[in-house]
């Protein structure tokens, strides 16, 4: 089951979100977070008409939120999300739930385009995003450091 996450929601977001940031170089950012920077995300997107998705299974599958790509008003119709999934729950439809969602809510508001910003080590993601109708736009070479070296971020775009 696709739907918008709630405060109830942030404990298991950050327990599922940490081990990426520990871990993995899928994402650049190397805090971890707590349940409360989770609900204040959530809240935070909220509160500008953007959202957080769960998927579910009584257990949480994934996760996806959007926001705008950058500030000010010459941005206000180009999203940039975030999506991650368990490990046992790629392949089973969880993440296209959820990148359908967060497009549907973003082309909803008046939103023009979704960007993904995908970890150039991130050869899953890349593939996903592609199979989901988003098209390889720039590779910024070297744009995230994480693990003692240099990553390059892929941008991927699709228009709503």
């Known amino acids: 089951m696709i739907r918008l996450a709630t405060a109830a929601d942030a404990a298991a977001i950050a327990t599922l979100w940490n081990p990426y940031i520990r871990d993995t170089?899928?994402?650049?950012?190397?805090?971890?977070?707590?349940a409360?920077?989770?609900?204040?995300?959530?809240?935070?997107?909220?509160?500008?008409?953007?959202a957080t998705f769960v998927a579910t299974d009584g257990d949480l599958l994934g996760f996806a939120s959007y926001a705008q790509f950058r500030g000010?008003?010459?941005?206000?119709?180009?999203?940039?999300?975030?999506?991650?999934?368990?490990p046992?729950?790629?392949?089973?439809?969880?993440?296209?739930?959820?990148?359908?969602?967060?497009?549907?809510h973003a082309a909803a508001a008046?939103?023009?385009?979704?960007?993904?910003?995908?970890?150039?080590?991130?050869s899953e993601g890349r593939a996903f995003h592609a199979a989901?109708?988003?098209?390889?736009?720039?590779t910024i070479p070297e744009a995230g450091f994480k693990f003692g070296r240099f990553i390059d971020l892929v941008l991927m775009q699709k228009f709503l």
């Open 132 to 138: 989901m109708g988003f098209a390889h736009i720039a």
């Open 72 to 86: 000010g008003v010459g941005y206000a119709t180009c999203m940039e999300h975030s999506i991650l999934l368990a």
């Open 88 to 104: 046992d729950a790629r392949g089973k439809g969880a993440g296209r739930g959820l990148i359908n969602a967060v497009c549907a």
């Open 36 to 50: 409360l920077d989770v609900e204040r995300m959530i809240e935070d997107r909220n509160s500008l008409g953007h």
């Open 110 to 122: 008046g939103a023009h385009q979704m960007i993904g910003g995908v970890s150039g080590e991130n």
């Open 25 to 34: 170089p899928v994402t650049f950012n190397a805090a971890e977070k707590s």
